[in-house]
């Protein structure tokens, strides 16, 4: 691996446009064939040694950081009180999964089923969840942390045994995760199965993608992008190399990815060929681009760039889905310890101390909590119907369709919805303070300001019903896309959300959280107590951000619905050029998608192998 250009053949086998999750799970795939020849390009630098990396507690220093973030930013969102919302994305070799928090979730049964329910055969969960546990190994914790956070529900057979993501609780827990599945348990949601399973709600605690002896982040520029695969003769991967477009030409009936076009790190322009495929795993922004870019995507808009229209697919870009993300934050009692006090340089300076001589301590890390809930309104004797009469009122069956695939996922979404064994939300636990009133960038809203310690409780739609979209700003490929997530655009998101955030006050109400809690103490927004629905209703425009976790823009579905790539991920009207990314996703999943993205990078390569078009 180099930034240098200077020794690239003329050609490969395969050329994967991307070094992040997915890119480098299909590379490192793909060249256990000794036989088979590929390029791998990635735009950002190799940082893969820096310990803003290799430190998991660190991760929030790489967030709006140039050397490591895309530093996305979304449109003013008028469903949101008119507030851009920051998406950091990751722009070094390993990507987004070198510079996450870590979390490794998994999604529901029901959620995965619906891809194949969208005209997918063989995408469903059965068939997915080998890929699931392929991608990782897991390494059960002590005696001691199994109980403090009550892991009574994970099933040690289901978990990945030979993966190269090494995936771990930590060691390092305080008193708030001790409290968080037993809060949980005293409401009666106690976890009722392990969540690799796809099935299964409740509150629970998540293991991180961190390498349990060397207390390091484990991702695909650490591990699938191993000592051993870096050596072999078949794999170049050039960093800092960014691609402007796709050459294709016209055969037939048929498209041919014939190379790709990129500026190197000395800004000079090269051409490389590709023998057998192109392979797309730019992510959820960054891959419809390259296709506008490319030709492919809205005759008109890309007219209006100066673009030669290759494909005429409106679709590309389209679908774009999220998790919307909104909050509370509580201040915590004198003895609950919380990440805010690394707000204090020395502090800091003697986290990293302690973690540089016996990795131990803050910024270990290891372990959020989460729960996955249905709105618990819905779950009282008469909640099935009062559920009902919403999806009624905002679903009405003789609502115009805004997309070709609206009334599918709709019907898709609303099943989930109704069923108990599912959840409409995500909460997460995170052990420090939010201030999105603080401004749009994340090294606004991400810092202490508050000098008091405080935990935060977020609640995410794990199932969006708003669509937005992300398309090309100009014919330039360094200018940024333009993304619009359309945050709230559909009313029912945020009714479903309001009673959500509602039931943020009975968890924090409840022991043994409230113990945890500062009596009379600070709430940020300042002093905002959630009574009525209405209340609820006005916190999420106020408050919500991204879970950062953007799918879609390439989807998965026939051209038909709206679709991109076919179920073998090739792109509508081309011979050989694929998307492997987060983008394809048709309808997003509950929770992180990094561990689908995985699955879905595995199962990709596996479909190359076996030359399925």
Not at 209 to 216: C, L, M, P, Q
Not at 324 to 350: K, M, N, W
Not at 393 to 413: G, N
Not at 498 to 511: G, I, P
Request: aromatic share 8%; charged share 20%.
């Amino acid at each position: 691996m180099t930034a240098s250009a200077a020794d690239l053949s003329d050609s490969y086998d395969y050329i994967v446009v991307g070094g992040g999750t997915s890119g480098l799970v299909v590379a490192s795939c793909l060249t256990e064939d000794p036989n088979v020849t590929l390029l791998l390009l990635e735009a950002g630098a190799d940082r893969l040694s820096d310990s803003r990396i290799t430190t998991p507690g660190l991760a929030l220093t790489t967030w709006d950081n140039p050397d490591f973030d895309w530093q996305f930013m979304t449109t003013p969102q008028s469903g949101l009180n008119g507030r851009p919302v920051a998406h950091p994305r990751g722009r070094t070799l390993g990507g987004s999964a070198a510079i996450n928090l870590g979390l490794i979730t998994y999604p529901s049964k029901a959620g995965v089923d619906s891809w194949e329910e969208l005209g997918n055969p063989g995408w469903n969960f059965d068939n997915l969840q080998p890929y699931y546990r392929k991608f990782h190994t897991y390494t059960p914790p002590s005696q001691e942390v199994h109980d403090l956070l009550a892991l009574d529900y994970m099933d040690s057979e289901a978990q990945g045994t030979s993966g190269p993501i090494k995936v771990s609780f930590g060691d390092f827990h305080g008193p708030l995760q001790r409290a968080w599945p037993e809060t949980f348990k005293r409401l009666s949601h106690k976890y009722t199965g392990d969540p690799l399973t796809g099935l299964g709600y409740g509150g629970h605690s998540n293991p991180s993608s961190i390498d349990a002896e060397s207390k390091t982040r484990s991702h695909a520029g650490s591990d699938y992008y191993s000592p051993e695969v870096r050596n072999r003769s078949n794999l170049r991967v050039l960093t800092e190399a960014l691609v402007g477009k796709v050459v294709l030409e016209k055969s037939g009936d048929e498209v041919v990815a014939k190379g790709v076009q990129f500026s190197n790190k000395d800004g000079q322009q090269q051409t490389v060929h590709a023998k057998k495929e192109i392979i797309l795993a730019a992510g959820t922004f960054q891959s419809p681009q390259l296709l506008e870019l490319s030709g492919i995507g809205s005759r008109e808009l890309l007219q209006q760039h100066g673009i030669e229209a290759v494909i005429d697919n409106p679709f590309v870009g389209e679908n774009l889905q999220d998790h919307a993300l909104a909050s509370l934050c509580f201040e915590a009692a004198d003895h609950t310890p919380t990440g805010d006090i690394l707000r204090d340089p020395q502090v800091f300076a003697a986290a990293v101390e302690e973690y540089n001589k016996s990795k131990t301590g803050f910024l270990t890390a290891g372990t959020y909590c989460s729960a996955y809930m249905p709105v618990a309104d819905f779950l009282d004797q008469g909640g099935e119907a009062k559920l009902k009469e919403l999806l009624d009122e905002y679903l009405p069956a003789d609502a115009p369709s805004a997309f070709p695939a609206q009334k599918k996922q709709y019907d898709l979404l609303r099943k989930i919805l109704q069923s108990k064994d599912d959840s409409s939300i995500h909460y997460v636990m995170a052990p420090f303070q939010i201030n999105v009133h603080a401004g749009a960038k994340l090294t606004e809203y991400l810092v202490p300001i508050n000098p008091r310690n405080f935990f935060t409780l977020f609640a995410a739609l794990n199932h969006p019903f708003s669509r937005g979209s992300v398309h090309i700003s100009s014919a330039d490929p360094t200018a940024k896309p333009r993304i619009d997530p359309k945050y709230l655009s559909h009313p029912l998101d945020n009714e479903i959300l309001a009673r959500h955030v509602q039931y943020m006050e009975k968890l924090v109400a409840a022991e043994p959280l409230v113990s945890l809690l500062k009596k009379g103490g600070q709430r940020i927004p300042a002093d905002k107590h959630v009574g009525s629905l209405e209340e609820a209703r006005t916190l999420g425009p106020q408050t919500i951000t991204s879970n950062f976790h953007p799918t879609g823009t390439c989807a998965m579905m026939s051209r038909e619905l709206g679709g991109v790539v076919n179920d073998r991920l090739v792109v509508h009207g081309t011979r050989n050029l694929r998307v492997v990314d987060a983008s394809i996703i048709p309808l997003e999943p509950r929770g992180n998608i990094q561990s689908s993205v995985y699955a879905i990078a595995e199962r990709a390569a596996d479909m190359i192998r076996q030359g399925k078009h």
